[in-house]
Each structure stands twice: as structure tokens, then as C-alpha cells.
């Protein structure tokens, strides 16, 4: 349970302890944010609408720098040309390998390959790893069986699976399916565990005396209680999920994003090097957001009591 | 007839044998009347709350038996309905479906129009489709007391139940619970450390003393209903308030060892010592971390209403 914790607690995944909300729960009072850069740049105090617009406002202006920064050492050549591409010279890398592709596969190709793996082990780390999370969480029996695996193998950084998966299963899909779905699969199984032992006595005992027996307290308590620190797993474990992938890919693959960053690489196609990075940056951020959307429309509730 | 009888009621925390931690609650005798409304005093850390836990079933005692309506109690039911402190409402269901959990455990089919009655008994009709953390903590607990009251239990436990509220809601919550009341045939243990509360609400009161948790008092409050915020400052209601603190007052400084009185059942009505129970009453009502007793062996410690 310790151990849970300590790996589900980072700083941004927000709350997974938090205390039931003090009374009177109203409208959740503003102020106690932190200012924007737009903000702090024009010191006009943003709200509501217009805040998350100067957010993202901020986002777009700290890019858009970034990328006039790299252009400018780029153009000075600072650094040797194969070394750091101008921002316009990768787009045209991307673009090429988009059209007319690269080593014979498009960038769409790589993209739809790496999308499917790493959709195909992250589902099927929830969908297995949360239904363990709650039998352990539920029996002391099933916990004792499988915790000295989760222990023993959480340790072990997934890539060290690579080359025993490929001796099993080859160079074909299931063993990089099967290297996302077994790195991905702690951090579910450990966050469900945590979301039910973190569930108020009293949300058990409301239902209890109002009659409510073993397989509905499950039900219509453990189960939606659960739900928040799922998600939370959900969003550490995507990021997992893309680590695993692209190590599978950089080893042991014939085409994907892994494979195209490699091997445009070793022939110091550095423009294509870094639009695939940018790419997998892109790819995972939207399948957070992703999750996290899907959690707005299925937890609404998060955060309150 | 008693529809609730707790006989040489003992409970222990934790192991018996040896370095067993002392009883919390000690040889407690309690009969509750069909109809009755009473109320339970006592500084916080005596035992009301597990009292209240041993009747609704989350408990077995140490020693003794509970009999409610005719036989012992094992567990939960769905006749002793808890209110607590804090509403915990389901945040994932709305107002409705809240006050309709317990029936849609029981039943396939909801009885709805029972469930809207019931809302519109507490006063929340038109906030049906609402989540509870839109409504404010007095909506919250009247919701709850609905969620409860549906079921139609014959004997509904309430644990401190305005005790987390501001002073406003919570008179506005006793005047609506006195209402509610004249309304509803219910049975009701009310468990308070406010002594305004547990006179103002109850038919009769008892308080409890600290470690041991014992019944050091029981006090018949005869004054006549409807009442409301005002019964508080006529002259019988002034009476047993004077009576209930000097019980209270002996109880926390005999467990405190502050002086020798034992437990002879004498209540010292002296009017000096009004003052320092008032103040001792004031420092449980802060719901900060206070000592309210010391036994020989161990401090025992209140917590405030956050944390029970
Ligand atoms: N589950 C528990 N395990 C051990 N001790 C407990 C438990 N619940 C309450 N106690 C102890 O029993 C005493 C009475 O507690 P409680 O019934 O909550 O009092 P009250 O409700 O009057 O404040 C306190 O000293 C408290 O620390
Ligand atoms: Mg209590």
C-alpha cells in the first residue's frame, strides 16, 4: 500500500488522497492561481474564459519562441548543419516523409502502426489491469498471490524485457504489444488498488445501513469510488505506454515511429529524426488529453467529496 | 414498550487480555421508548459515537446485548438508519437518486413518487437533478436526513449531525428538524455535545460521562412542543440546562482527576460552578485537538468534527 502510494504521488497527478470537501461546498472560490505569462507580460488580470484563453495564448507565444530561437541558431549555423536543421528544413523532412515517404514506408504508415501498438498494450493493460487491481484490492488471497510478481517485477525496467520477448515471440507485433501492456500494467493495477483502499469508511457504511449487501456495496461503492485514481493511473500510464513502444521500435521493428527516428538516424537524416520525435511528442500529448476529456465526461464528480 | 434496550453494554477497542486498552463504553443501560426522540450529551471522546455504532450494527460489543424491536442486534439494517456527521452523499449521483439509494437496493422498481415526496419533505424540490456538491453543507445534511427518512426506518441514529455546520444553518437546521419531526413517526437517537441542541430537540436527554463511557445523567425534558429557537430561554429550559452542565462539568473534571468526586451520583447544582463548565464545554465545542480527560494511565483526546 505504501509502495502504491509512493508510485502513484507525483506532482501534477493531482489528488489522490485529498480529504472529503469541508461543508459547505459552493461555487469553488478563484483567486490562489498562479498568473499566466500573458498576464504577467500586459498585467491585466485575466477570467474565466478569457484565462484559459491566455493560457493557452501563453503555450502558443513560449512555441512560437522556441522555434524563432532554433531558427536563429540554426540559420547561424552554430551548430553543423546535419546536427541542427533549420524549424523550415524539418518541416520539409516532414513532408517528404509524409508524401513520398521514407525507406518505403509513409510517415502515415508509422504512425498508424505505433498508434495501433500502443492503443492495443495500454487498453489491455486497463482492461486486465484494473479487474486485478480490484481482486487484490478485494482478497487477501488473490493479493498474496500475485504482489511478490508486481514487486519483484516493478523494478525492472521494461525495455530489459525486449530481448527475451523477441526470442519468444520474434519480430512481429505481439511481443511489442505485449512489452506496452507489461509496463503499463503496474502502474493500473497499483493505482486501482489505491482507489479502493483510499474509499471513506463511511461511503461503505451509508450503504450498509441502508441495506445494501456485499455484491452491491462492490457495486455501487467500491467501483465508482475507484474510478478517479484509475484515471489518474490512466494518465501516468499512457506515457509509459509510448516509452515502451518507441524502445520496442528503436530495437526490433521494420517500421513505426521508433524505427523511422533509428534509422533516419544512422543516415543522419536529422530533419527526419526530428520531426518524428515531434510527432510522438504530438501523438502522446493528444492521447492524454484523450483520457483526460474521457474523464470530464465519466467523473464529472472528481475533486468533490 | 422499548423498542431499544441496551443492556450492561460493554465495548473494548482492541484486544482484550493483559495490556487491553480500557472499556470506552462501560456497563451502559439504555431503553428508547417507541416515538421517542432522545438525545445523547457528552464531551467529545466519551463514546457517543460508539454507542451510536454498536445500535446501528457497524459494531459488536465487548460485553452485553442490544435488542431492537424484539431481537439482538448482529449488524446493519435498513431499521436504524445513520445520519452522520458529514452528509456522504454519492457525488456521482444526483440529489434523486441519492435519497432513492437505498430503496433501489431493496427494490427493482423505485417507488418515485415516494423519493419526490420525501425531497419535497426536506424542503429540496427543484434541486432533484442537482449533484450534492452543487447544493450547501445544510442542503447536503437535509438531503442525507432524506436519503435516510425514505426508507421509512424505525429508529433513525444521528450522529453530531449538525455539528459541522456555522451557527446559522444549524439553529435553521433544529427548527426544521423539530418540524420535521411533528411530521414523520420516527424513533430518534440524536447525539450532540451542544447541551441547547440535546435539550432543545430531545424528549429526554441523557449525558454521558468520559473514560469510562457510562450514562451519568438522564434528564426528562418535559417542555411542551412545538418548540423553536425561543423555548431556549424560558425558565424550564434554563433549569435543565443549568442541571445538565453541572453534570457535565463533574463528569470531565472527575475524569480528569482534577478533584476526587467519585461516581455517587450526586449532581452539584452550585451556581459558581457554572462558569467553569461553561468554559470547559467551550473548548469541545471549538472542535480543536483538546485533552477533556485524563484516566491514570492514558490521555485520552478529542478529536474535532473533522476528523470523527
Ligand atoms: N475504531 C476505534 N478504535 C480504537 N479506538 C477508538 C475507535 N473509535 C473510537 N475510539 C476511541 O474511543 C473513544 C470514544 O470515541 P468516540 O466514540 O468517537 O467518542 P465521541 O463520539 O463521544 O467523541 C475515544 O477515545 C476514541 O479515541
Ligand atoms: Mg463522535
Known amino acids: 500500500m505504501t509502495q502504491a502510494r509512493a508510485f502513484v504521488l507525483s506532482e501534477e497527478l493531482g489528488e489522490p488522497g485529498r480529504p472529503p470537501s469541508a461543508q459547505g461546498t459552493g461555487s469553488p472560490v478563484p483567486g490562489g492561481r498562479k498568473l499566466s505569462l500573458v498576464e504577467r507580460v500586459t498585467h491585466v488580470r485575466l477570467t474565466g474564459r478569457h484565462a484559459r484563453w491566455g493560457r493557452r495564448l501563453s503555450t502558443i507565444m513560449v512555441l512560437v519562441g522556441a522555434l524563432v530561437i532554433w531558427e536563429i541558431l540554426a540559420a547561424a549555423q552554430v551548430f553543423p548543419k546535419v546536427a541542427l536543421p533549420t524549424p523550415v528544413a524539418v518541416w520539409d523532412s516532414f513532408k517528404l516523409t509524409a508524401t513520398k515517404g521514407y525507406l518505403n514506408k509513409t510517415m502515415g504508415q508509422d504512425v498508424a502502426y505505433s498508434v495501433v501498438r500502443v492503443a492495443a498494450g495500454f487498453v489491455g493493460a486497463v482492461v486486465l489491469g484494473v479487474p486485478i487491481g480490484l481482486l487484490m484490492a478485494e482478497s487477501k488471497f488473490v493479493h498474496r498471490v500475485i504482489d511478490p510478481f508486481l514487486q519483484l517485477g516493478r523494478p525492472v525496467p521494461p525495455l530489459a524485457y525486449i530481448p527475451l520477448f523477441v526470442v519468444w515471440f520474434g519480430l512481429g507485433e505481439l511481443p511489442k504489444v505485449l512489452l506496452i501492456l507489461v509496463g503499463t500494467i503496474p502502474i493500473m493495477i497499483i493505482s486501482t488498488i489505491g482507489g479502493v483502499r483510499n474509499i471513506p469508511a463511511q461511503r461503505y457504511e451509508v450503504a450498509r445501513c441502508l441495506g445494501a449487501k456485499r455484491r452491491q456495496l462492490f457495486l455501487n461503492v467500491t467501483l465508482p469510488s475507484t474510478l478517479p485514481e484509475v484515471f489518474t493511473g490512466m494518465k501516468v500510464g499512457i506515457g509509459i505506454a509510448w516509452t515502451c513502444l518507441v524502445a520496442a521500435e528503436l530495437i526490433a521493428a521494420s517500421v513505426g515511429l521508433g524505427w523511422l527516428v533509428e534509422q533516419a538516424a544512422t543516415q543522419l537524416q536529422t530533419g527526419i529524426v526530428i520531426a518524428g520525435i515531434i510527432v510522438i511528442g504530438v501523438l502522446g500529448y493528444l492521447m492524454e488529453l484523450g483520457i483526460r476529456l474521457l474523464e470530464r465526461v465519466l467523473i464529472p464528480w472528481r475533486g468533490h467529496g | ?308
Open chain 2, 1 to 308: 414498550m422499548a423498542v431499544l434496550s441496551l443492556r450492561q453494554v460493554t465495548l473494548r477497542y482492541g484486544d482484550s487480555g493483559p495490556d487491553a486498552r480500557p472499556a470506552v463504553l462501560d456497563r451502559v443501560d439504555v431503553d428508547v421508548a417507541e416515538q421517542e426522540f432522545v438525545t445523547i450529551l457528552g464531551p467529545s471522546g466519551c463514546g457517543k459515537t460508539s454507542l451510536l455504532r454498536l445500535v446501528a450494527g457497524f459494531e459488536r460489543p465487548t460485553g452485553g446485548s442490544i435488542v431492537f424491536d424484539g431481537k439482538e442486534v448482529t449488524g446493519p439494517s435498513s431499521q436504524r438508519v445513520v445520519v452522520f456527521q458529514q452528509p456522504w452523499l454519492y457525488p456521482w449521483l444526483s440529489l434523486r437518486e441519492n435519497v432513492a439509494f437505498g430503496l433501489k437496493l431493496q427494490q427493482r422498481r423505485v417507488d418515485w413518487k415516494r423519493v419526490d415526496d420525501m425531497i419535497a419533505t426536506v424542503g429540496l424540490s427543484g434541486y432533484e437533478k442537482h449533484p450534492p456538491y452543487h447544493l450547501s453543507g445544510g442542503m447536503q445534511q437535509r438531503a442525507a436526513l432524506a436519503r435516510a427518512l425514505v426508507m421509512e426506518p424505525k429508529l433513525l441514529l444521528m450522529d453530531e449531525p449538525f455539528g459541522a455546520l456555522d451557527a446559522q444553518t444549524r439553529q435553521r437546521l433544529q427548527e426544521f428538524l423539530l418540524d420535521l419531526w411533528t411530521r414523520v413517526d420516527v424513533t430518534v437517537v440524536f447525539i450532540t455535545h451542544d447541551v441547547e441542541e440535546a435539550i432543545l430537540l430531545g424528549d429526554r436527554m441523557l449525558i454521558m460521562s468520559t473514560s469510562p463511557g457510562r450514562i451519568a445523567l438522564e434528564q426528562k425534558i418535559d417542555i411542551p412542543r412545538p418548540r423553536s429557537e425561543e423555548t431556549t430561554l424560558s425558565a424550564p429550559f434554563q433549569e435543565i440546562r443549568k442541571r445538565a452542565l453541572a453534570t457535565l462539568g463533574r463528569v470531565s473534571i472527575s475524569a480528569a482527576g482534577i478533584t476526587g468526586t467519585g461516581d455517587d451520583g450526586s449532581v452539584g447544582a452550585a451556581p459558581d460552578d457554572e462558569t467553569s463548565t461553561e468554559t470547559s464545554m467551550e473548548t469541545s465545542v471549538d472542535g480543536r485537538e483538546v485533552v477533556v480527560g485524563v484516566s491514570s494511565n492514558e490521555a485520552w483526546s478529542a478529536r474535532g468534527p473533522g476528523a470523527q
